[in-house]
């Protein structure tokens, strides 16, 4: 289901201005990074824009919710309710976060059935069975 959602972003997409973005899903309308740097000529007053978070929070504000809530909300809500599925390793493979423990060195995978069951587990509880 995400695969084919990907896909189909990516053929819709508008073509991005930089040929080193070419392999990016997500671009914005005018063909840039959604996060980069900012465009300041001297590279010292350069600074990271977070263009998915100001655009998250443009949409919070339009439906009026408010309260500490943001982009990242996302990813602790994730996080926390992934957890629910007592599969800790497969949450923060979903995550991305990088596990440097031994155990983390020795596993060569995790197999798409755990990872199915954690995104299932969150899923029910945003959506119901």
Not at 10 to 35: H, M, Y
Request: overall charge negative; glycine content about 10%.
């Amino acid at each position: 289901e995400t695969v084919a959602a990907l896909q189909e972003a990516i053929e819709r997409r508008p073509k991005p201005k930089n040929e080193a973005d070419s392999d990016l899903c997500f671009i914005t309308q005018f063909g840039n990074r959604w996060v980069r740097m900012s465009d300041q000529e001297n590279p010292g007053e350069r600074s990271p824009m977070d263009l998915i978070g100001r655009q998250f929070g443009r949409v919070l504000k339009k439906l009026d919710i408010n309260g500490g809530r943001g982009f990242y909300a996302l990813r602790h809500g994730f996080e926390t309710i992934g957890g629910e599925s007592k599969d800790q390793v497969a949450v923060n493979a979903i995550m991305g976060h990088v596990d440097s423990s031994m155990a983390g060195v020795y596993r060569e995978r995790i197999s798409d059935e755990r990872l199915i069951t954690v995104t299932e587990t969150v899923r029910e509880w945003l959506w119901g069975t």
